[in-house]
């Protein structure tokens, strides 16, 4: 996460500039020592590999939301990164849709995210295969891509 790396980089900007720090008032000796490299910091982001976002939606999920029942499969928010993807695997008995997806059972569906923006989803069951209307009470979910 963000958080740690910014930690490791406070650490080692610290660490660099503590011994310069105490012989700041001192006055350099020249040297015939071969010239060191120093470290620098820099204001552009370290690449970072792309993550994969694993999900199952568990066998029994659509007699579940058919009932009415709250299902933890997806996540109603998710924050990803450019180069993230996530992946979904249906191991229930029916066609499961999340947002733009027909995930049909034993199918598993991928998507990269390419540029920042939001993606907004419903999440509902319907074994028609067509377009279906969601019920009023349909679960949501939002995935913020960062840049």
């Not at 059972?105 to 907004?120: C, H, K, Y």
């Amino acid at each position: 996460m963000r958080p740690v790396r910014s930690a490791g980089v406070a650490l080692a900007v610290g660490a660099t500039l503590g011994p310069f720090a105490a012989c700041g008032a001192e006055e350099a000796t020249p040297t015939t020592e071969p010239a060191t490299t120093q470290a620098t910091t820099s204001s552009e982001p370290t690449p970072r590999e792309g993550v994969t976002h694993e999900f199952v939606i568990p066998e029994g999920t659509a007699a579940r939301l058919e009932r009415g029942e709250y299902v933890d499969a997806i996540p109603r928010s998710l924050e990803v990164r450019v180069g993230d993807r996530i992946s979904v695997r249906n191991d229930d008995s029916e066609l499961a849709r999340l947002g733009i997806f027909d995930v049909w059972p034993g199918e598993t569906i991928s998507m990269a995210f390419n540029t920042p923006g939001q993606l907004e989803g419903i999440i509902f069951s319907d074994d028609s295969g067509g377009c279906g209307v969601p019920p009023p009470d349909v679960e949501t979910f939002v995935i913020d891509v960062r840049a």
